[in-house]
C-alpha cells in the first residue's frame, strides 16, 4: 500500500472516530428555549367568581355582542357556551349536580330553572351531568322557543314577552 493511500486511510479513520464520539450533531450555536408561554385564550372565571349581572346570559343587551338590536342564534350560542365554561369549575367538560348548584344565580336567569330540573331537562343520557352537548342542545332548543316567528333571532320584543315555559322532564 502506497504512503499516500496510507495517510488517506489514516486520515478518514481519525475523522470517522472523532465524528463517531459525538452525541450531537452541530449545526450551530445553541439557541436557549423561549421564556415565554405559547399564547392561549384566558380561561373563563367560575360562575361564583363573577356578579351576576355579569355573566354572558344575563340579560338582552349582555346576548346581543354586535348591538344591532337583536340576539343571533350564533350569539346566544357562543354565550351559552361561556356559560358552560364558566360553571364548569372542575374543567372536566361535564356539569354535575353540585357544579350547577354552585352556578345556581346565574341559571336562574334561564327561566328561572333550578339545577335539579335544568339536570332533569337536558341530560339526554340520565348520567347525572351534562355534557357540552348536552348543554348545548337545551340552549338551542330553548332559542327556538324565544324566536316565536322563526327568523333565527330574538329581537326586544321576543325577549321582553313572557318567555314560553321549559319543556316538562323528560319531554
Known amino acids: 500500500m502506497s504512503s499516500s493511500r496510507a495517510a488517506a486511510l489514516l486520515a478518514i479513520a481519525l475523522c470517522a472516530l472523532?465524528?463517531?464520539?459525538?452525541k450531537q450533531k452541530q449545526t450551530g450555536p445553541d439557541v436557549a428555549?423561549?421564556?415565554?408561554?405559547?399564547?392561549?385564550?384566558?380561561?373563563?372565571p367560575p360562575v361564583t367568581a363573577v356578579p351576576r349581572s355579569a355573566h354572558p346570559m344575563a340579560d338582552f343587551a349582555a346576548?346581543?355582542?354586535?348591538?344591532?338590536?337583536?340576539?343571533?342564534s350564533a350569539e346566544h350560542a357562543q354565550a351559552?357556551?361561556?356559560?358552560?365554561?364558566?360553571?364548569d369549575m372542575q374543567h372536566d367538560g361535564n356539569?354535575?349536580?353540585d357544579e350547577l348548584k354552585a352556578g345556581a344565580a346565574a341559571l336562574a336567569d334561564i327561566d328561572g330553572v333550578t339545577p335539579e330540573r335544568l339536570l332533569a331537562i337536558a341530560d339526554a343520557d340520565h348520567d347525572g351531568k351534562l355534557t357540552l352537548s348536552e348543554w348545548m342542545a337545551f340552549a338551542n332548543a330553548r332559542f327556538g322557543l324565544?324566536?316565536?316567528?322563526?327568523?333565527?333571532?330574538?329581537d326586544r320584543a321576543e325577549w321582553d314577552a313572557?318567555?314560553?315555559?321549559?319543556p316538562p322532564v323528560g319531554g
Open 18 to 22: 472523532s465524528l463517531g464520539g459525538c
Open 33 to 44: 428555549a423561549s421564556e415565554t408561554a405559547p399564547v392561549v385564550a384566558p380561561a373563563m
Open 63 to 72: 346576548l346581543d355582542r354586535d348591538h344591532d338590536g337583536r340576539i343571533a
Open 80 to 87: 351559552a357556551q361561556a356559560l358552560f365554561e364558566m360553571v
Open 95 to 97: 356539569l354535575g349536580l
Open 146 to 154: 324565544l324566536d316565536r316567528n322563526g327568523d333565527n333571532f330574538v
Open 162 to 166: 313572557p318567555h314560553p315555559p321549559l
